[in-house]
């Protein structure tokens, strides 16, 4: 299977724990997106990267929240102290892209999730 | 703001009965405004997408339409199916490629 990949699928963890969430994208694509979907929501953007820059945050991406691409290869998303708030699904996309800023239509391909539960 | 607002919450139609999901956006610079499908447990799946130099899309039973005046968009799937009963997502893409995706539409096909 080439699409993306997500790991763990699913996470329970304590309040005040931290955890880490890893994407593997279609190796091919050189943008990478993150995004956090609760119970009856679409989908809201949190950062993405292109290569190993990472170009946006959003302001849901609190300072506990902090994700990272290293090699411009898989990303992965740290949440620290978690809370019962962060409960949710983590979704990851990817998608060819042009320059930061540039325009493009590329699709974004998403993988199946990551979902947290804090208890 | 970024914003995406899409219509209805939830929808029900009998089997081969055609459904119609709206949304709006807010940017008049978006550019491309893709749908997707996501069924319970799984991340959402690319099923149609439009660009903004075009007024319509079609692919078999889905299609999708733009109106860049108005800033709305629309997801006519025909001849429904009992396996096309998912929750449904607008997105319109911002700046920098994010996407903003609408509330969702859940919909259900009556056999």
């Known amino acids: 299977d080439t699409g993306v990949s997500q790991n763990p699928r699913h996470k329970i963890t304590k309040r005040g724990q931290n955890v880490t969430f890893r994407c593997d994208p279609i190796s091919e694509h050189n943008r990478l997106y993150w995004y956090r979907q609760t119970l009856g929501q679409g989908p809201e953007f949190l950062t993405y990267?292109?290569?190993?820059?990472?170009?946006?945050k959003s302001r849901l991406l609190s300072d506990r929240f902090s994700a990272e691409r290293p090699k411009g290869s898989f990303s992965t998303l740290e949440i620290q102290r978690t809370e019962q708030g962060d409960s949710a699904m983590y979704l990851c996309?990817?998608?060819?892209?042009?320059?930061?800023?540039?325009?493009?239509?590329?699709?974004?391909?998403f993988g199946p999730g990551t979902r947290l539960t804090v208890l | 703001g970024e914003n995406v607002e899409q219509h209805p919450s939830t929808l029900s139609v009998q089997e081969g009965d055609s459904a119609v999901i709206k949304c709006t956006y807010s940017?008049?610079?978006?550019?491309?405004f893709p749908w997707y499908k996501q069924e319970l447990g799984k991340g959402p799946q690319l099923i149609i997408d439009?660009?903004?130099?075009?007024g319509e899309k079609k692919d078999q039973r889905i299609a999708v339409t733009l109106n860049k005046t108005a800033k709305h968009f629309s997801l006519h799937i025909t001849e429904t199916q009992p396996e096309d009963s998912a929750v449904y997502f607008c997105a319109a893409r911002f700046v920098g490629g994010k996407l903003i995706f609408g509330q969702g539409t859940e919909l259900s096909v009556k056999p």
């Open positions: 439009i660009r903004s130099n075009v």
């Open positions: 990267f292109q290569n190993e820059a990472q170009l946006e």
């Open positions: 940017d008049s610079a978006s550019n491309y």
């Open positions: 996309a990817s998608s060819l892209g042009g320059l930061a800023g540039g325009d493009t239509y590329n699709e974004q391909f």
